[in-house]
């Protein structure tokens, strides 16, 4: 079992940034993909971004793509994600997840493909 927990978030206006954190404990995050989803009020979740266990692979939705970036530090057993230029858009709570995750296909888009999920962190951006 892994245990996630996401910190970082508050409320900041637009143009600012922040920096997420997704901290694991109970195994070593180094084997899984850790993916970042987000929820808006009354919307689904949907994905942000991901990144492959050795950190050389993330892909980011096209909302994010160039503003947010998805890091890891497997000997701190943590992922990041930097967001820059926030927009009253990427208001949400954000969660950070990890599977062993089909990195082909798009695969790393779906939920399901992930096993663990943290608590959430609320973002909100004022305009």
């Known amino acids: 079992q892994v245990q996630l927990v996401e910190s970082g978030g508050g409320l900041v206006q637009a143009g600012d940034s922040l920096r997420l954190s997704c901290a694991a404990s109970?195994?070593?995050?180094?084997?899984?993909?850790v993916g970042w989803f987000r929820q808006a009020p009354g919307k689904d979740r949907e994905f942000v971004a991901t990144i492959n266990w050795s950190g050389t692979l993330t892909y980011y939705d096209d909302s994010v793509k160039g503003r947010f970036t998805a890091s890891r530090d497997n000997a701190k057993n943590t992922v990041y994600l930097q967001m820059n230029s926030l927009k009253p858009e990427d208001t949400a709570v954000y969660y950070c997840t990890a599977g062993v995750v089909r990195m082909y296909g798009s695969m790393w888009r779906r939920q399901s493909e992930y096993d663990y999920w943290g608590q959430g962190t609320q973002v909100t951006v004022s305009s």
């Open positions: 109970g195994r070593t995050l180094s084997s899984y993909t």
